[in-house]
C-alpha cells in the first residue's frame, strides 16, 4: 500500500523541529507556555495562513474538526482561542524571524547546488532585480499604516537573487514611502548587476551606483533630457535600433561628469519599442535587453508569495519544492504586529484566486487540508 503524507505535512517537513527548538531556546519563547509550545502555535497559525481563516475561531474549529491527525503533525489537540491569543500577543516574533532565516539558507544552499551563477549568460556577477509591491490591510484594524484617506497598506521592498530566484534582503515599510527611498540606503556589492523598473529613476543615484561598481538596467523615460556623446555601430541581428552613449543635462550642470548608455530595442512579441538604460559601456545591446527582461522573475515571485489556497493544495499532489516561496521575508526593524496580523494582507500583484466561499465551515477547511 502506497502512503502519502497530506499537503500540509509536506509544508511542515520543511520545516526541522530540532532547528525550531533550538530557534524557541535561544529566544527563550516558552518561559509561560503552560502546554502549548511555540510548535504548537506555528501549526495553529500556519493552517490560518495557508487555509485563508479569518478569526480565532476558524482557526482553532478547522484545528478541532482534524483532531485525530493533529498528533501526527506534533499538536496534542486543538488550541483554545484564548490560549492561541495570549501566544500571539506574547510570544517573542524574533523567533519566527530565526526560523526563517534557517529556511532560507536551507533554500539557499538548495538552489547554489543544482544551478549555477546566472547560467543565462557569460558573466559571474550577482544578478539582481529590485521592486516593491503595495499589500492592502485593513484601515481600522491598522490605524498606523494608513495609505489613503480609507485605505491602509504597507509595501515591501524586495531585492531578488536571480541565482535561485529568493530574496536577498526584505523590508516592510509604510505604504507612502517611496521605492527609491529604499533603494538608496541598500549597499550592493562591487560588480552587481541591478534591474529595476522606471519607478526607481534617480539620476544622482545612478551616478553613486556607478561610483561603487555596480551596473544597472533599466527603462529610460519618456521625457528625460539629454545629450549625445557617441551613436555606435548597431549590430548585424535584429531588435537592436540605436546604441547610444549619453549624458544628462541635470548631472552636467550640477558638474558631475558621467556617461550612461541608451538602447532602443524592438520587441518583436508585443510590437513595441522599448528604451533601455544602463551604466555598463561593454556589454552588447542584446546582453542589455536580454537582462532586462528577466525583472520579471520578482513579479513572478509577488505572485507566488501567496499563491497557495486550499483548492491550489487539492490540485498539487506532489512534493514541495524547497526553492518555491510560500511567505514574504520581514525585516527586523518591521513592528511585530506586522508579523502577527500579516493575514490580513493581500497582494496587489495579481487578481486573488478562488478561496473557499463566505459560508464554508471550518470543518471543510480542514477536510481540503487534509486530503
Known amino acids: 500500500m502506497t502512503r502519502v503524507c497530506s499537503i500540509f505535512s509536506q509544508i ?24 502549548f509550545t511555540c510548535w504548537g502555535q506555528f501549526v495553529a497559525m500556519l493552517f490560518c495562513q495557508l487555509g485563508h481563516a479569518k478569526s480565532l475561531r476558524e482557526i482553532c474549529g478547522g484545528l478541532a474538526a482534524s483532531e485525530g491527525k493533529l498528533r501526527h503533525l506534533g499538536l496534542p489537540g486543538a488550541p483554545p482561542r484564548s490560549t492561541l491569543a495570549y501566544a500571539n500577543e506574547h510570544r517573542p516574533w524574533q523567533m519566527y524571524q530565526t526560523v526563517f532565516h534557517q529556511l532560507l539558507e536551507k533554500c539557499q544552499t538548495l538552489a547554489a547546488s543544482r544551478t549555477g551563477p546566472n547560467s543565462r549568460f557569460r558573466f559571474k556577477n550577482k544578478l539582481m532585480s529590485l521592486d516593491a509591491t503595495v ?14 484617506r480609507t485605505k491602509g497598506a504597507v509595501k515591501l521592498h524586495l ?26 540606503e ?43 556623446v557617441e551613436k555606435r555601430e548597431l549590430p548585424n541581428r535584429r531588435g537592436v535600433l540605436r546604441d547610444e552613449v ?35 559601456l561593454v556589454w552588447s545591446a542584446a546582453t542589455i535587453a536580454a537582462l532586462y527582461k528577466q525583472r520579471w522573475q520578482i513579479e513572478l515571485f ?18 514541495i519544492a ?3 516561496p510560500l511567505v514574504g521575508a520581514l525585516d527586523g526593524s518591521v ?24 459560508t464554508g465551515s471550518a470543518e471543510s477547511t480542514a477536510r481540503q487540508w487534509s486530503a
Not at 544628462?248 to 550640477?254: G, T, W
Open 186 to 228: 541598500i549597499a550592493f556589492t562591487p560588480g552587481t548587476t541591478l534591474v529595476i523598473d522606471r519607478g526607481y529613476t534617480d539620476y544622482e543615484w545612478f551616478v553613486k551606483l556607478t561610483q561603487q561598481k555596480v551596473h544597472f538596467v533599466t527603462r529610460m523615460k519618456e521625457n528625460a533630457d539629454y545629450g549625445v
Open 302 to 319: 509577488f505572485e507566488s508569495s501567496t499563491w497557495c489556497t486550499p483548492s491550489d493544495a487539492m490540485e498539487f499532489q506532489g512534493p
Open 246 to 280: 549619453i549624458f544628462f543635462f541635470k548631472l552636467a550642470q550640477a558638474g558631475v561628469e558621467c556617461f550612461f548608455r541608451r538602447i532602443e530595442f524592438y520587441d518583436q512579441e508585443q510590437e513595441r519599442v522599448l528604451v533601455f538604460l544602463t551604466n555598463n
Open 322 to 324: 524547497l526553492n518555491r
Open 335 to 358: 513592528r511585530p504586529c506586522i508579523a502577527r496580523r500579516l493575514l490580513c494582507a493581500e497582494s496587489k500583484v495579481r487578481p486573488r484566486r478562488l478561496a473557499l466561499p463566505a
Open 12 to 35: 511542515l517537513q520543511l520545516i526541522p523541529r530540532l532547528e525550531f527548538e533550538f530557534a524557541a531556546r535561544k529566544h527563550n519563547a516558552e518561559r509561560h507556555a503552560r502546554g
Open 135 to 148: 499589500i492592502d490591510l485593513c484601515a481600522s484594524v491598522f490605524d498606523w499604516a494608513q495609505f489613503r
Open 159 to 184: 531585492l531578488l537573487d536571480h541565482n535561485g530566484h529568493l530574496p536577498a534582503f526584505a523590508v516592510v515599510t509604510e505604504g507612502k514611502k517611496h521605492e527609491i527611498q529604499v533603494a538608496r
